[in-house]
């Protein structure tokens, strides 16, 4: 099925239908005008072998080029290419993490490389002990967080310049790949409480040394090294000319920052072993430094998450996303992730929507490029039922980060919304084969492959969710689909003898798809009271395509405030 799939989207089928067709009208053409010109029968027999000759050629060339509007293009520099083994889209490094993979979603162009553009790779581990290769990491991303403070500068995203970790590739391939005109590498070197940073800044252009310099300090001043390199950087890059300054770092206690890095780590993994291990971490770095802003805003992001996975109750998670994120801002008021985490709550909750909206065009202002921040805009523009906006921020964020689990399931997400579901298809793809262990990753590409009409791949896909609170949703909805009413039944049962306040949305969208109209408006009614977060796609979801001709549809949308458009900020 997916073979044949494949070649109905390179158009192989439709090439050879055309060809075969082309050729028996030039056979009938080229008999006509060998007889006029009394040409032997050897010459309609030559005709014949060359269009057979040419028939599987035309098939393989049809397979691996596409018609574009661009012109032909190689299947896989082409933007939609979806299936078959990974390779380069357009302006994207490819996931060599995800070789092997089934899919490789499209993505789209990303910026032209300036020379205010810089990847920052993965610092080596030169130390004895293999566990501190958590250390020089951590130390690569607060660089790339530091830079990426500074307007003007575009810094690729911690997921695609780490995915050339381990590699033995040159300069200019990762700058091309990566669409940068500089790059940050180094090396560290930690003994005790000793440390040996080497920072190079390299121009990709020529592969000449931009800056290069080495630190030997005691672990107590990682952060004002950090600082350092990140002057260093800013000077010889000429970010003063657009009015930037060097950022600073936020410094706390060393053995803080150790958890706090492995909590990240743990944290991005998005499985539900992932969040109990993060959990661990943060709190352990917030009892050491209950000050240190970074680890309470990603702390209340992974709450967020976990109530929204039915990892925690709801209502229990929500509330102590917002605390954390409220306390990582009374500490630094200018961190764009919780900044952009709490006026992502406001309106979710409609505790203030508009205020809430304000505090996500500011947190964009500060980090243009922060993927997280986009997503969550993107996901605000659902709400408004502006597809188009959320396409946009969407785009922005993979451009962003090309290798993000999340940016691509927020795009594989908005894909389904606005009926693209081959991208769709692509996008969740992508997102398995980034992170194995994504929580919700096999549900909604069962999700997607039942609006195609696949409903034996999409059942096949909803039995291999990891969590069972978006299996069970997978099946009611699947085996519905296949007529199989007592397996929907089972799988909705099940469902119901979970958290309450967490499953409202998901027995909408059930009980909408079967067509029990009056026990989805229930449920609906009790998703407001909670304010579930699974709100925000109300207007746009087509699993609750059933409901909108009931009268109690729009009366519902104002009720909770989910009509009218608004102007979304723009991205660059």
Known sequence: MQFFRELKRRKVIQTALIYLASAWLLLQVAELLLQMLEVPAWGLKLVFVLLAVGFPLALILSWMNQITPRGVERESDAPGAGVAAPVLSSGSAVSRQAAGADTVAPLPASATPTDRSIAVLPFDNMSDDPANVHFADGLSEELLNLLSRIRGLRVVARTSSFSFKGRQVN?????QELHVSHLLEGSVRKAGNRIRITAQLIRAADSSHAWSQSFD????????VQDEIAAAVTRELAIKLLGGVAPRSRPTDPEAYAHYLRGKHFFELASASGHEQAIAELDAAIAIDPGFAPAWATLGALYWAGANNSLIKYEAGSRRAREATEKALSLDPDLAEPLSMLGFLDVVEAVDVEGGTRRLERALALEPHNQRVLTRLANVALRRGSVDDAMRFCQQALRSDPL????????????????????AEAMRRKVLALSPGWLSGHFHLGKVLLARGEKSAALAEVQQEQSDYWRQTGLALVNHALGQDAESDAALQALMKRDPGGIAYQMVQVHAFRGEIDLAFEWLARAGETHDSALLFTQVDPLLDNLHADPRWPAFLVRLGLTGQAIMPSVD
């Open 171 to 175: 300069a200019a391939t990762i700058a």
């Open 404 to 423: 993000s689990p999340n940016a691509h399931a927020i795009y594989g997400n908005t894909c389904y919304f606005a009926g693209r579901l081959e991208e």
């Open 217 to 224: 300090r005691d672990l107590t001043d990682i952060f004002a």
